[in-house]
């Protein structure tokens, strides 16, 4: 008996130390975002909402004997109703992350001109004015950036070429489905770039990608593929931001429409500033696109144009408390509708 007791133990203490040599190492992260929205459309009537914005990461890693990191992540989200969250739960694919500081991305890769969009403050909170369907302007700099899962990116090291510059290549392939009336990216390849220098005392950072995509569909053909530059400015100095950025795109595959496409023009501007446990942001995003029949030019402007502004108080670690603001002016097809503007208190737990 005392023998098959050392002989379990021993057992179970070598699958343990097996277990423990062959794993990989595994961190958890993500926040718990949750507040109220008060929305006062013109022309409507008012509503409030809860908004929730719930997110659990794993990330896992482990370097092979030649110093080369493989890694990966899965993400959980809160997919109820009422989140507002996009649905879905955007698993990673792989990354390989080299000695030299380059990495390589595979599977769900991504397009590498947003990979290098510079972060324009605006407000922290999680309102928003919905415009009409029918609007398809936008003031999203990645507009008309599309890719598929099936790609890969490369990320430079840093100080690629110059001292201060990073740079990214990224493509991609058709997902495999067959060519409907929907319009499908078939295609993509992109190309990236961010570099930081020092102009006095403040910290320099200039970003900009350009994206192109291949498309098909069974019906009319787009009049342009979908294409995006965009370029973006942010100086800090101390505790104050300030940021610009700028894109222009074509894009075939707005809001899941089949049967339109678009040229797209997008202005942003904000400023934070840090002030002990205050944060406050204000920002200001104005977007136009001219949409028309698939293969078709068009002519008339859709525009949104939003200021926002937010302050943030962090009540403890990893706790802080949100305010914002947004107000909306919109316009379809050239005629004035859905402006309004919205309020939201909350609070975000990160960990």
């Given at each position: 008996m005392k023998k098959e007791l050392l002989m379990g133990t021993a057992l179970v203490s070598t699958l343990g130390a097996a277990s423990i040599a062959?794993?990989?190492?595994?961190?958890?992260?993500?926040?718990?975002?949750?507040?109220?929205?008060?929305?006062?459309?013109?022309?409507?009537?008012?509503?409030?909402?809860?908004?929730?914005?719930?997110?659990?990461?794993?990330?896992?890693?482990?370097?092979?004997?030649?110093?080369?990191?493989?890694?990966?992540?899965?993400?959980?989200?809160?997919?109820?109703?009422?989140?507002?969250?996009?649905?879905?739960?955007?698993?990673?694919g792989f990354t390989l992350a080299f000695t030299d500081g380059s990495k390589l991305d595979l599977i769900n890769a991504g397009n590498a001109s947003?990979?290098?969009?510079?972060?324009?403050?605006?407000?922290?909170?999680?309102?928003?004015?919905?415009?009409?369907?029918?609007?398809n302007a936008t003031t999203d700099l990645d507009a008309g950036a599309t890719a598929t899962v099936f790609g890969v990116e490369y990320h430079t090291a840093a100080d690629f070429l110059a001292d201060g510059l990073k740079m990214s290549f990224s493509a991609s392939t058709d997902n495999g489905s067959a060519a409907t009336a929907t319009y499908r990216v078939d295609s993509h390849y992109a190309i990236g770039a961010t570099y930081v220098t020092d102009l006095g005392?403040?910290?320099?950072?200039?970003?900009?990608?350009?994206?192109?995509?291949?498309?098909?569909?069974?019906?009319?053909?787009?009049?342009?593929?979908?294409?995006?530059?965009?370029?973006?400015?942010?100086?800090?100095?101390?505790?104050?931001?300030?940021?610009?950025?700028?894109?222009?795109?074509h894009s075939s595959t707005i809001s899941g429409t089949s049967a339109e496409e678009a040229d797209y023009e997008v202005v942003k501007a904000g400023v934070k500033y840090v002030s002990g446990s205050l944060t406050f942001n204000v920002g200001i995003a104005s977007g136009d696109a001219k949409d028309a029949d698939l293969g078709s030019t068009g002519t008339t402007d859709d525009s949104i144009d939003s200021t926002?502004?937010?302050?943030?108080?962090?009540?403890?670690?990893?706790?802080?408390?949100?305010?914002?603001?947004?107000?909306?002016?919109?316009?379809?097809?050239?005629?004035?509708?859905?402006d309004g503007s919205a309020w939201y208190i909350g609070a975000n737990m990160t960990f």
């Open positions: 062959e794993a990989v190492t595994a961190t958890m992260s993500g926040n718990h975002k949750v507040g109220m929205e008060f929305d006062s459309p013109t022309g409507g009537t008012d509503t409030n909402a809860q908004k929730n914005d719930n997110n659990f990461t794993v990330s896992l890693s482990e370097t092979t004997d030649g110093g080369m990191t493989i890694s990966s992540s899965f993400k959980v989200m809160d997919e109820g109703s009422a989140s507002g969250a996009v649905s879905g739960d955007m698993d990673a947003g990979s290098h969009d510079v972060s324009i403050p605006g407000s922290a909170g999680a309102e928003g004015v919905a415009t009409t369907s029918t609007n005392d403040s910290a320099v950072t200039i970003g900009a990608g350009i994206s192109e995509s291949q498309g098909s569909n069974t019906g009319t053909a787009a009049s342009n593929d979908n294409g995006n530059f965009h370029v973006g400015l942010s100086a800090v100095t101390g505790d104050l931001t300030v940021a610009v950025g700028f894109a222009d795109a926002s502004a937010s302050v943030s108080y962090a009540v403890a670690a990893g706790v802080t408390a949100l305010l914002g603001y947004t107000s909306v002016e919109a316009s379809d097809e050239g005629a004035a509708t859905d």
